[in-house]
């Protein structure tokens, strides 16, 4: 899912490990990608596995997700 806010020199990147049974951390990730977006900064909400095609750029923020289970 790609958030551009235009012209925004404000890059995040949210990455979270894909769940196929209870895509929890997609669940979450999403709504927390809404807060930067308020600000105008450009937000990339991928999965790990599609964080490898990514091309280089100036990302400001990092944002792991990792599921945890009990």
């Keep these: 899912m790609d958030h551009q ?3 925004s020199d404000h890059k ?4 979270f490990n894909l769940d196929l049974f209870y ?10 990608a809404e807060g930067p977006e308020e600000k ?3 937000v990339k909400v991928v ?3 599609a964080a490898r095609y990514i ?3 100036r990302i400001e923020l ?3 997700r990792v599921n945890t289970y009990n």
């Design 5 to 7: 806010a235009l012209n």
């Design 12 to 15: 995040v990147l949210i990455v």
């Design 23 to 32: 895509n929890l951390a997609e669940k979450v990730c999403l709504p927390f």
């Design 40 to 42: 105008k900064w450009s």
């Design 47 to 49: 999965t790990l596995a």
């Design 55 to 57: 091309k280089s750029q």
């Design 62 to 64: 990092y944002v792991p």
